[in-house]
């Protein structure tokens, strides 16, 4: 039962390898795995790296992929290698595993709050030559941030965080946030590196109204970084951060920043996420709208594809037209949409598999239950293949996930560190 | 920066300690770990461990606690030492953690499907004096279970899992479950070791209308269990195991159970799993129905609390009356009510806590919004606890869990096994 990963195995592994080829391959659908597992497509992550890295590229602007979706290591290597600037994370703790990872230039999308964490963050700076920044949007945080940095002979990188009135974090007008950002200036132990802003938060049905309310805010990012600039408060940076942008807006992002009237030693940087594996659910409605309206992405050669999918057992057929599969919320996210069935396997034999005629209804801690018409010929034992939506939510139930090719045959194990 | 527990740490694991007291104790309200952080209260679950336990022994059921809730084997420890029997789980996986743990009966309340998940628990019989059971519905998987057993020179203890018409896995009738235990008695590589149902598929807003079905469904168990036993199909078991029950109709199932007429041989097993940390939520709601209807449950020295809490950091506050809390659905469960505040802490010191001043009105991947009134003094960095609703889905977010004092003093690092 010797395969190719059992070096790396954790001896209480969900996604247990049990056979393997004469060439110490594992293939999922010849039940050579314990399932249900979670299989991530390569030439499907290859291609989502390489694309957004393209649009970015395009753009003249920096990527630093959100790492929170997926903190998989192994795909941090990838994004790196695929030329990405950096890794966007929330916590001192991600930024741990982004820095053991070898990701260089780290941007702690929050504010740093509490002593473990700064003192986690103190560990890392001291041990490791990565960039890290971290967010601001109060006063109170940025004199914390500096007693506690410059006790330890170390500054902290920090950007002025700037939010939307009923949103998430950061402060709330342009003012407000010149005021902190004169008062980080006086702060010892803090670099003023930049701005950051999260546009995201505007999502609704109306796309025209989330397109000006996203191009008045942008607007504003703009007009803080040109104040901010004239006066003088980013003389100690060799090159000032300016970084928004998630999955569903970068194109807006993009083209309105590098439009702007701004200064020459501006990084600019965008943060998506769930590009990486993309989803058949909600980022695949969003990137639709994008290229519809975005004339580069609509251009550039292929597109994000679907790249994550759940491979799990028929668990009983107990009624007519009714299929329990041997998965549920334990093992998939369910708040954007259920896992749907995309193909169908048995016996390492792809079967006929007709769009719409198998359905997830519902789904339970541990099930999921399929409805199905008359012409589907199911049996208990088959694999069926599920794509998904709103990635980061699977992810996170898993501690290894498989990378495999178009057969899904097992080509690494990939470690989560949530 | 030593403590107790530096020997086990994963060395990227979210649940850094990083501060200790002189005798290697860590302090949650001293901000000595990096925070969000999951804090389940011993005194609370070894209070509910007990609880559940003294309500079997009352009854005079076994216990096997469903473990897929926690997949904690430091939890599944403290269960057996309690005088559980064993541990219900649903995967070959967790049959696998199970063992791991020491524990000696597992029930897979699931039909065991799949040549790897096959191959795993025949690897686990060989290895462990554990006794294993899994279900059965159909014939075809009871036909492949016994050619790969025999196959393997081994036996595996089945059970006839009866289910409920549009409901989830199991025969749908008496019929058809008689007709299934006939079959799997001619199976050279099957033992027939009992009866398997799951009554808590059956939840609506009704509780007269549950208890009428339930009542119905728990008299076809006896009535089958009955028919099996005059037809001597059982004649190869000492023991025949009944089993069901979740967290929320156990009191039903072990009452109408105990006064059946059944014979000797049987062993009556409930697997709650909820009840281990309960919760503020959905299990708080059906355990007080439970304990008003019923007399045992109102009787018995104390009660189920909830033990399982998460500590978060107040990560910003940029509005009046909005506080962003540094959790979210990547953190927390989410499905059956938002995690709510119970208690507000700074550095180091309890605040006053006034109920319902502070409200959790949405929650993002990885942030919480708060709506706390005037009368709420907040800062930047105060740290807040949080009950919270289906503890499952919280479960299964960590990889390591804090096992706290009644001052959040961690006591012990638990692992997940998910």
């Known amino acids: 039962m010797s395969?190719?990963?059992?070096?790396?195995?954790?001896?209480?592994?969900?996604?247990?390898?049990?056979f393997?080829?004469?060439?110490?391959?594992?293939?999922?659908?010849?039940?050579?795995?314990?399932?249900?597992?979670?299989?991530?497509?390569k030439s499907a992550l290859e291609n989502n790296i390489q694309w957004?890295?393209?649009?970015?590229?395009?753009?003249?602007?920096?990527?630093?992929?959100?790492?929170?979706?997926?903190?998989?290591?192994?795909?941090?290597?990838?994004?790196?290698?695929?030329?990405?600037?950096?890794?966007?994370?929330?916590t001192a703790y991600q930024a741990k595993v982004a820095i053991a990872a070898g990701v260089p230039n780290i941007i702690m999308a929050n504010q740093l709050i509490g002593r473990a964490n700064m003192a986690l963050v103190s560990q890392l700076k001291q041990q490791s030559s990565a960039t890290l920044f971290c967010c601001v949007d109060s006063q109170s945080n940025a004199l914390k941030l500096s007693e506690y940095f410059s006790a330890h002979g170390q500054t902290m990188n920090v950007l002025i965080e700037l939010g939307l009135p009923g949103g998430r974090c950061g402060c709330r007008t342009a003012d407000e946030a010149e005021a902190l950002a004169d008062y980080v200036a006086t702060l010892p132990g803090l670099t003023l590196a930049g701005i950051e802003f999260y546009e995201g938060i505007i999502h609704s049905n109306d796309e025209q109204g989330d397109l000006a309310r996203i191009g008045a805010f942008i607007s504003e990012v703009i007009d803080l970084t040109q104040r901010l600039t004239k006066k003088?408060?980013?003389?100690?940076?060799?090159?000032?951060?300016?970084?928004?942008?998630?999955?569903v807006w970068y194109d807006i992002v993009c083209h309105q920043l590098m439009a702007a009237d701004l200064p020459d030693n501006i990084r600019y940087v965008i943060r998506p996420g769930c590009y990486v594996t993309h989803d058949k659910g909600v980022y695949e409605q969003s990137q639709n709208a994008l290229t519809a309206r975005d004339s580069l992405a609509g251009h550039l050669e292929g597109g994000l594809v679907s790249a994550l999918e759940l491979c799990a057992y028929v668990q009983s057929l107990p009624e007519k037209g009714l299929a329990i599969i041997g998965f549920g919320k334990r093992d998939a996210a369910f708040d954007a949409g259920l896992p749907q069935p995309i193909a169908h396997y048995r016996q390492g034999e792809e079967q006929p598999f007709t769009a719409n005629a198998m359905k997830t209804v519902d789904v339970m801690d541990q099930h999921a239950m399929v409805?199905?018409?008359?012409?589907?010929?199911?049996?208990?034992g088959d694999i069926l293949v599920f794509s998904t939506s709103h990635p980061c939510l699977t992810?996170?139930?898993?501690?290894?996930?498989?990378?495999?090719?178009d057969k899904y045959t097992v080509l690494e194990e990939m470690d989560t560190f949530f």
């Open 395 to 405: 992810f996170d139930k898993w501690k290894t996930l498989f990378l495999v090719d």
């Open 52 to 90: 957004m890295q393209n649009y970015a590229n395009h753009c003249g602007i920096s990527l630093a992929p959100h790492g929170k979706t997926t903190m998989t290591p192994a795909i941090f290597k990838m994004q790196i290698a695929g030329g990405a600037w950096g890794v966007g994370v929330g």
């Open 371 to 380: 409805r199905y018409s008359e012409n589907v010929q199911l049996q208990v």
């Open 3 to 18: 395969n190719k990963f059992e070096g790396q195995q954790n001896p209480l592994n969900k996604a247990a390898i049990m």
């Open 20 to 41: 393997a080829d004469s060439a110490g391959y594992a293939h999922i659908m010849n039940e050579d795995v314990c399932l249900p597992a979670i299989a991530i497509k």
């Open 232 to 247: 003088g408060l980013f003389i100690h940076c060799d090159e000032v951060l300016l970084t928004g942008a998630g999955s």
